[in-house]
């Protein structure tokens, strides 16, 4: 799994070099710990989770955000692949960003209102139009499963 991390921030690296612009390198908190999110010169983006708790010692609660799913096969410690050049479409599997907090969920539209619906009846539904702070970032077009 590192080898084909560094291979891919191998490619990302170079290809900035090329283009004498920067690879921006931003660490950011992913539900109570810290994650990496690298963007290059072509606005391509990779994030890195690896679980890191960052400076202050917080439990993560990435389980949580994966039980919603759970009814759609995926599962907690899953690898999801998130297309963020996809445009938002009634039905599919997004990554949300939710007043702040990090959700996946499918997202449905009709003709007057937008809706976050899990796959685990143990959550509620979310109407979108309740909701201000709301920010697609991308659509999961594949999960990769632990063996």
């Avoid at 991390?5 to 921006?24: E, F, P, R």
């Avoid at 010169?41 to 708790?53: E, F, K, M, Q």
């Avoid at 969920?105 to 959550?123: D, T, W």
Wanted: glycine residues 8%; hydrophobic residues 50%; proline residues 1%.
């Amino acid at each position: 799994m590192m080898m084909r991390i560094a291979m891919v921030l191998c490619v990302l690296v170079l290809g900035g070099l090329a283009k004498a612009q920067t690879l921006d390198i931003y660490v950011i908190d992913v539900e109570g710990g810290n994650a990496t999110l690298f963007v290059s010169p072509s606005h391509g983006s990779l994030l890195i989770d690896t679980g890191n708790a960052g400076a202050v010692a917080s439990v993560r609660d990435a389980g949580r955000i994966l039980d919603a799913m759970k009814d759609a096969g995926i599962f907690d410690n899953d690898v999801l692949v998130v297309d963020r050049s996809l445009k938002l479409v009634t039905g599919k599997i997004i990554v949300a960003v939710l007043n702040g907090e990090l959700l996946v969920r499918r997202y449905h539209k009709n003709f007057s209102s937008a809706f976050l619906i899990p796959e685990n009846n143990r959550y509620k539904t979310i109407n979108l139009a309740e909701f201000s702070d709301f920010m697609m970032w991308g659509v999961v077009t594949y999960t990769i499963h632990a063996v």
